[in-house]
DNA sequence: TCAAAAGTGTTTGGTTTACACCCATGA
DNA sequence: TCATGGGTGTAAACCAAACACTTTTGA
């Protein structure tokens, strides 16, 4: 976009549209970034359109770091959704309008196909930033989303289930958590990734059989109770062990 | 497509197209299937476009009627190719103008993103068609498989490595083998996915084990050596099973 | 009748599970 | 000082890998 204050539709692909699940980890709960549309405050998972010159991943790029002021977020495409009557009139149509961004309607009021993606973020990290649609943009934990507008909770639930299922492919502890994590916190998130109670004593012995971290003489300080060793990955056993998956496999 | 033999654009969505990568499993081999252009003699994926009231799924579905003549055919999506200067102009283009399947080259010659599916048929049902772009549809084990059409090997690259990491958690299978099949037949696929060789008695317990599969009195004769006994697969557990996946997991 | 393929079974060793025990810390 | 969370260890159960033996078949 030329000035982010006004949207060049001649510079976008027409049809296309990305949407974004981007999660982060906080409080032991799994957040995920929204944003609330200006005029009707329904809630959205951030998206956009892809320019000319870009490749959806490249655009997804873009868009969050307008929304996370971050750069080099993990991301992954995980479904197009595609049904034709997901978008014939975009909800945000209205909110351009009044704000300026656009000064016909036409070209958003068309049938979109959306490319979702899922993204993981250190939550610590990110500056949540509404677009121009919205008026708000924040971090909402799992349960308390209710109803987005098109079909972005069904959306949602496929991220979940792709983030599920990679959860032993994927970089997923690294990109979540701070560099420096405790055991606990690591074990805390693969919880409330899979929605059940890991062993704390098996969990650890099956994490360190992986080789993938590296336990610091440091101990995280300042909580109740005994202190926790502090960790951070070995990014280059951790990539190697990614290639092959932690787990299962013929 | 109202006639078969003009392609009218304006039912068509634009900049967006999809790529089928079929495999078939025959002389225990993985197949799949390609087209030759008209013109070039170049070797392409199977493909098409989105018509205004499809969704890409239902889309690939019809693309694959028409090339295999068979009917609810396992598809997956499993990547958008959206690199900017992957199609800026469409190599079947002139095979088109030729045929009179379309009076003007420019809807076809602008960049488009690719939605990657693979596709899982039954050898001996399939019937390999060509479309319009093509005067020759047929099988191809992998090794004779060399230069495709613009980003088509990694298409089918891409479609291998999903296949291998999906091999546990879709009813591969199911889809690849005839209705009724040998425990021999299964390994064989397997281990024709998988590129090592299994253990054949390790392979048979692990697989019964599952309790998917159906023992037949009858056995397959015809083959030198002992008669191999056959087998179907219980649909019902088969479900249940994957919703699980068979390996491994927390 | 014999080589090759298929059915069935056993031994072994590693991995996972389910625990017990001790240590450190702040309320 | 004690409840709570964290670090370390171990026995039992389970599963997967490796391998032996027998049966059937057509050449």
Redesign the interface.
């Known amino acids: 976009m030329n000035r982010s204050s006004h949207l060049d539709e001649t510079q976008l692909?027409?049809?296309?549209s990305l949407d974004c699940v981007v999660f982060g980890f906080h409080d032991s709960q799994l957040k995920v970034l929204l944003l609330r549309m200006k005029r009707t405050k329904d809630w959205a998972l951030p998206g956009g359109f892809?320019l000319?010159?870009?490749?959806?991943?490249i655009a997804a790029s873009r868009v969050l770091r307008e929304r996370t002021g971050l750069d080099h977020i993990f991301l992954k495409?995980f479904?197009?959704f595609?049904?034709?009557d997901r978008s014939n009139t975009n909800p945000g149509v209205q909110d351009l309008l009044d704000s300026g961004a656009i000064d016909d309607s036409s070209w958003f009021n068309q049938?979109f196909?959306s490319?979702g993606f899922y993204a993981l973020v250190d939550f610590s990290k990110a500056e949540p930033t509404p677009d121009l649609f919205s008026d708000l943009c924040h971090w909402k934990s799992l349960e308390d989303i209710d109803l987005l507008i098109l079909d972005h909770n069904q959306i949602l639930d496929k991220a979940l289930e792709t983030l599920r299922?990679q959860?032993?492919?994927q970089p997923i502890g690294y990109n979540l958590l701070p560099d420096r994590f405790t055991m606990p916190e690591l074990q805390k998130l693969?919880e409330t990734i899979?929605g059940k109670e890991?062993d704390r004593r098996n969990f650890q012995r099956k994490m360190l059989s992986y080789d993938i971290l590296c336990k610091l003489e440091e101990r995280k300080t300042g909580g109740a109770h005994k202190a926790p060793f502090l960790y951070e990955f070995n990014l280059e056993n951790y990539g190697k062990a990614l290639k092959h998956?932690f787990?299962?496999?013929?």
């Open positions: 692909l027409k049809h296309i892809v000319l010159d870009e490749s959806i991943e495409q479904k197009v595609s049904s034709p049938r196909i490319v299922l959860l032993n492919y693969y899979l890991l998956g787990n299962g496999g013929w």
